[in-house]
Antibody, heavy 120, light 105 residues
Framework: EVQLLESGGGLVQPGGSLRLSCAASGFSFSNYAMAWVRQAPGKGLEWLSH????????EYTDSVKGRFTISRDNSRNVLYLQMNSLRAEDTAFYYC?????????????WGQGTLVTVSS | DIQLTQSPSSLSASVGDRVTITCRASQSINIYLNWYQHKVGKAPKLLIYAASTLQSGVPSRFSGGGSVTDFTLTISGLQPEDFATYYCQQSYSTPTFGPGTKVDV
């Protein structure tokens, strides 16, 4: 069974940093692109970033470009999201998800999410 | 970026109803449109991908259709566990989600 488990969320002050982790199991991790998606309170889903299976190709949404960095450790089956210069509007549940197929970004499955709160 | 709009933004329905949600893309996305179900406190769930392909394990009362810019998600015979928010998402280019449709009683 494919499982994704996020961790690393919490309360951080504006301007601070946080690193999220996503532990993956049940599939050949290095063969699949992975992504981060978030949901702010009262808002819809927002794709943030994805990273190729080899880790050499990443893409970001404009609102996090230059502040967030996606990475992966294929030897440990872990996906990361380094978040710097955090803002109040980054407050959200952050989900880790896997590309369902190699060529297109259908997301399945998803982790349960980790809550990031940016507040002073 | 490709923008997605959904209609309606919310709807009230009863168990057994047939429900249809529409998603429109701002430009052609071929068939690269996916549907998700999201319940509060739960992980989102992929229902349909490539416009009409039912994800493994998803009940057959869910169906998807459409191509180019106009797509639908239909639930035939709404069940109590189907009350949730539904999102469309395009995988033609840099991913984007629609704003969601909340289905409640």
């Amino acid at each position: 069974e494919v499982q994704l488990l996020e961790s690393g969320g919490g309360l951080v002050q504006p301007g601070g940093s946080l690193r999220l982790s996503c532990a993956a199991s049940g599939f050949s991790f290095s063969n699949y692109a992975m992504a981060w998606v978030r949901q702010a309170p009262g808002k819809g889903l927002e794709w943030l970033s994805h990273l190729s299976g080899s880790g050499d190709a990443a893409e970001y949404t404009d609102s996090v470009k230059g502040r967030f960095t996606i990475s992966r450790d294929n030897s440990r089956n872990v996906l990361y999201l380094q978040m710097n210069s955090l803002r109040a509007e980054d407050t959200a549940f952050y989900y880790c998800t896997k590309w369902h197929t190699p060529l297109r970004s259908e997301f399945d499955p998803w982790g349960q999410g980790t809550l990031v709160t940016v507040s002073s | 970026d490709i923008q997605l709009t959904q209609s309606p933004s919310s709807l009230s329905a009863s168990v057994g109803d047939r429900v249809t949600i529409t998603c429109r893309a701002s430009q052609s996305i071929n068939i690269y449109l996916n549907w998700y179900q999201h319940k509060v406190g739960k992980a989102p769930k992929l229902l349909i991908y490539a416009a009409s392909t039912l994800q493994s394990g998803v009940p057959s009362r869910f169906s998807g259709g459409g191509s180019v810019t106009d797509f639908t998600l239909t639930i035939s015979g709404l069940q109590p566990e189907d009350f949730a928010t539904y999102y469309c998402q395009q995988s033609y280019s840099t991913p984007t989600f629609g704003p969601g449709t909340k289905v409640d009683v």
